[in-house]
């Protein structure tokens, strides 16, 4: 199984950058395109999707988020960070079966 | 609007069997893969099952392999999951969630999720 791993949680100030890491034990390319998906989560709530296919902003989602990278090192990045995105993000991968998400890395406010 | 509501969990003791739904609206169930992924209390998400659009492919996690079932009645534009051998790791909360279209391999909708507690 691909293993993907995020930092447990990130502290971070309002309207400052806030980046998050996804690293994952195997290439997730493949023709071109990144098999990596980040969702928010709030508490109560269930997953949104934010960022399909390593950089591509899925509809209705602010530009103040953007994901990068390629191969086994992804991104996630706020900028600049509001209240509202306090929650937990998971990355996701969906290059082979079983697909896997990583633990969360939890955004927190400074 | 999309919309996906799961039904069917509850408490349920080890051994036992249960059986989810989920009922899709807002689009045309019959042209897109569904899955359900799970999330134990206060841990992360775990993809479960998925199954296409017409039911040809159908894959599970190995943690699940064997005990559950994904199923879905394009009729009746509601998604299965047959639970049955429940283990106490089997406790979670149980999304349904509609892959994004044939050659996009992620989930744009998630229902709001459905409790599954395994304990005697």
């Known amino acids: 199984d691909i293993v993907l791993t995020q930092s447990p949680a990130l502290a971070v100030s309002l309207e400052q950058r806030a980046t998050i890491s996804c690293k994952t034990s195997?290439?997730?390319?493949?023709?071109?395109?990144?098999?990596m998906h980040w969702y928010q989560q709030k508490p109560g709530q269930q997953p949104k999707l934010l960022i399909y296919e390593g950089s591509n902003l899925a509809s209705g989602i602010p530009a103040r988020f953007s994901g990068s990278g390629s191969g086994t090192d992804f991104t996630l990045t706020i900028d600049p960070v509001e209240a509202d995105d306090i929650a937990t993000y998971y990355c996701q991968q969906s290059k082979d079966y079983p697909y896997t998400f990583g633990a969360g890395t939890k955004l927190e406010l400074k | 609007e999309v919309q996906l509501v799961e039904s069917g969990g509850g408490l349920v003791q080890p051994g036992r069997s249960l059986k989810l739904s989920c009922v899709a609206s807002?689009?045309?169930?019959?042209?897109?893969?569904m899955n359900w992924i799970r999330q134990a209390p206060g841990k992360g998400l775990e993809w479960v099952a998925y199954?296409?659009?017409?039911?040809?492919?159908?894959y599970y996690a190995e943690t699940v392999k064997g005990r559950f079932t994904i199923s879905r009645d394009n009729a009746k534009n509601t998604l299965y999951l047959q639970m049955t051998s429940l283990r106490s790791e089997d406790t979670a909360l149980y999304y349904c969630?509609?892959?994004?279209?044939?050659?996009?391999?992620?989930?744009?909708?998630w229902g709001q999720g459905v409790m599954v507690t395994v304990s005697s």
């Open positions: 195997q290439n997730v390319d493949n023709y071109g395109i990144s098999y």
């Open positions: 199954i296409s659009s017409g039911s040809s492919y159908i």
């Open positions: 969630a509609r892959r994004a279209g044939s050659y996009q391999y992620y989930f744009d909708y």
């Open positions: 807002g689009f045309t169930f019959s042209n897109y893969g």
